[in-house]
T-cell receptor, first 114, second 113 residues
Framework: NAGVMQNPRHLVRRRGQEARLRCSPM?????VYWYRQLPEEGLKFMVY????????ESGMPKERFSAEFPKEGPSILRIQQVVRGDSAAYFC????????????FGPGTRLTVT | DQQVKQNSPSLSVQEGRISILNCDYT??????FLWYKKYPAEGPTFLIS?????DKNEDGRFTVFLNKSAKHLSLHIVPSQPGDSAVYFC????????????FGQGTTLQVKP
């Protein structure tokens, strides 16, 4: 049973470009979470989604960031007009059941904004 | 406002001995706690969890203890192995079931052969 998949593993974008991060949850998992780890900091919750629904986006910056988890295909975290402060590791996690329950993390996407 | 705190940035133990990692929290609404291990350039790996209705949960070499009155939990690893060297994060979840995990800053464990 494959784990949580994320791609790309590394992404370099210039300021002002768009970044698209993809996450495929573990098989059978319908709950997806996105977290961000800034340099020298712990993981910070961004958003929790179920298929076609955003359940909690309280950790998402108000502008430029959006997330979706369509009926078919991976979950996408989209960052428009990236700035240097967006450089971080972005982790996706999934769970089999609704919270509270163990969340299993992917390897992360390391975004570098130049 | 750091609701989950791991006050020891690092810990070093000898192989075969016990490793004890500590975590404190401030929000009494947290009712589910988890420990994760993380290697550099990888995602966190789930280790063990505990519900607030319990005070202890054991899985192999890993045991988590929860002291609700002190708002404190700890992870015991016995016996410690060099492969356990990693950053350990505790995380907490609240009763509103939003899915949000609040993470501590992490403790770097080094197990010396």
């Amino acid at each position: 049973n494959a784990g949580v998949m994320q791609n790309p593993r590394h992404l370099v974008r210039r300021r002002g470009q768009e970044a698209r991060l993809r996450c495929s949850p573990m098989k059978g998992h319908s709950h997806v979470y996105w977290y961000r780890q800034l340099p020298e900091e712990g993981l910070k919750f961004m958003v929790y989604l179920q298929k076609e629904n955003i359940i909690d986006e309280s950790g998402m910056p108000k502008e430029r960031f959006s997330a979706e988890f369509p009926k078919e295909g991976p979950s996408i975290l989209r960052i428009q007009q990236v700035v240097r402060g967006d450089s971080a590791a972005y982790f996706c996690a999934s769970s089999l059941f609704r919270p509270p329950y163990e969340q299993y993390f992917g390897p992360g996407t390391r975004l570098t904004v130049t | 406002d750091q609701q989950v705190k791991q006050n020891s940035p690092s810990l070093s133990v000898q192989e075969g001995r016990i490793s004890i990692l500590n975590c404190d929290y401030t929000n009494s609404m947290f009712d589910y706690f988890l420990w994760y291990k993380k290697y550099p350039a990888e995602g966190p790996t789930f280790l063990i969890s505990i519900s607030s209705i319990k005070d202890k949960n054991e899985d192999g070499r890993f045991t988590v203890f929860l002291n609700k009155s002190a708002k404190h939990l700890s992870l015991h690893i016995v016996p410690s192995q060099p492969g356990d060297s990693a950053v350990y994060f505790c995380a907490a979840s609240g009763t509103n079931n939003t899915g949000k995990l609040i993470f501590g800053q992490g403790t770097t464990l080094q197990v010396k052969p």
